[in-house]
């Protein structure tokens, strides 16, 4: 049902958003000491909020309400928003995306506000594009809309594409095929981007040999974190969705574990994956621990079953979700709370190395606890929504059984129930 797609990749993004925000920037080593495994919200006690890659999905579905999904009014509803949105003091924003904006202000048209940058901001508003429409070159014409307001570099136009395309097909086709998507891309890109596509079919075969998304990254020179650049961000998401295409979980954990953008990269993967597994894939507990307001997780949900129901009927949205606020009056104050948590938890990275004493002697002996009861390396517990993923390798037409570089499916995740007890973020 294509309503439940479009409201599985928003909330989808959304937690995944919350769920990597507070790891952005850390590299996975000192990630896991700071905050431990990423299987619950570690942004204000048990709580998340979202960042940019929300709140651009949410204005992209926005813009196409009320422009009733015409490309073109679809584009200057979209610049309108995202000028509101730079004046209401965004905590996180990218820089390509800030410069942007203020080109908008100064009165650059939506066509040429652009500024020249491979940045993964145009593909982190992506995915909830390739579940609105049937018609894929529809789909791939939104997104170069969406993407030109902000970034002119065409890498970051294909990146962007790429992640329509795989919501595109996790919606359309369930279980997917893997080389079909590659075959997708390929059809649907232009020669400019055979080196993303290269990056895409690494991170196949690395699935089909079973590596794990933080391996496959590590392979690719991402041992300390992927960065903004769509080039890095986009192969991981693609690698995790990949390898976890049926579990939400395992899949936005599986690309937190590689450090860096984690938000992003996070917020990407689920929303590709939620497109596939709907609003019910996602876990509960997570979603209604989300602190956000004023677009609550109510507010996502009629957003987008409203934007699906507009674009299926064709219908002119004359009604009451065409009268939305181009941006709540509530946000300022909504994004100065955000500031001073994100503020609290740069600050808390900074801490002066006299409480690492304490914390390296219950390191050591929480570490020879955990030895002595627990089996390094254990598998992580399959999560509650998700089928079994062993299948993840068969998905692959081509059998790769001969090759000696062939592993055991990947063990997701190793014990780290010493990195609970003693990392420092139990002490903050
Ligand atoms: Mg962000």
């Known amino acids: 049902m294509k309503s439940d797609s479009v409201i599985g990749c928003l909330l989808g993004t959304a937690v995944g958003d919350a769920l990597g925000l507070p790891y952005e920037g850390l590299s996975p080593g000192r990630a896991r000491r700071l905050l431990g495994p990423p299987d619950r919200y570690h942004f204000i006690g048990r709580c998340g909020m979202v960042s940019d890659d929300t709140e651009h999905s949410r204005m992209v579905l926005e813009a196409l309400l009320s422009s009733d999904s015409d490309p073109d009014r ?159 961000t986009v192969p991981v998401a693609i690698h995790a969705w990949l390898a976890h295409s049926d579990c939400y979980e395992n899949a936005v954990q599986a690309v937190i574990d590689c450090g860096g953008d984690a938000d992003t990269t996070s917020a990407i993967v689920g929303g590709i994956v939620g497109a596939g597994v709907g609003p019910n894939g996602i876990p509960a507990a997570l979603l209604s621990s989300l602190w956000e307001w004023p677009y609550t997780v109510d507010y996502l949900t009629k957003l987008a079953s409203d934007c699906a129901t507009a674009v299926d009927s064709c219908q002119r949205t004359s009604n009451q979700s065409s009268r939305r606020w181009l941006m709540h009056p509530g946000v300022p104050l909504r994004n100065i709370v955000f500031l001073i948590i994100v503020l609290s938890h740069g600050f808390r990275r900074l801490l002066p190395p006299w409480w690492r004493w304490p914390n390296r002697h219950l390191r050591r002996l929480s570490s020879r606890f955990a030895q002595s009861q627990f089996t390094l390396n254990k598998p992580r517990r399959p999560a509650e929504n998700c089928r079994d993923e062993s299948n993840a390798q068969n998905r692959w037409i081509e059998p790769l059984t001969s090759d000696p570089r062939v592993k055991s499916p990947p063990v997701a995740g190793s014990c780290r129930v010493w990195f609970w007890l003693a990392g420092p973020g139990r002490f903050a």
């Open 74 to 232: 679809f584009e200057t509803e979209f610049a309108r928003r995202l000028k509101w949105w730079l004046l209401c003091l965004p905590a996180g924003c990218g820089l390509a995306t800030a410069r942007a904006c203020l080109k908008l202000w100064l009165g650059f048209a939506p066509s040429s506000s652009g500024v020249f940058s491979a940045g993964n901001g145009p593909a982190m508003r992506s995915a909830v594009l390739g579940t609105m429409f049937e018609d894929v070159n529809v789909v791939l014409d939104f997104v170069r809309r969406s993407t030109r307001i902000t970034h002119t570099d065409p890498k970051a136009l294909f990146g962007a594409q790429v992640v329509a395309l795989a919501a595109w097909l996790n919606r359309q086709q369930q279980p997917f095929d893997g080389q079909q998507f590659l075959a997708l891309v390929e059809r649907s890109l232009p020669s400019e981007a055979e080196e993303l596509l290269t990056l895409l079919k690494s991170a196949g075969r690395s699935v089909q040999l079973g590596e794990t998304t933080p391996e496959f990254a590590a392979s690719q020179g991402m041992s300390h974190g992927v960065s903004g650049y769509v080039y890095q």
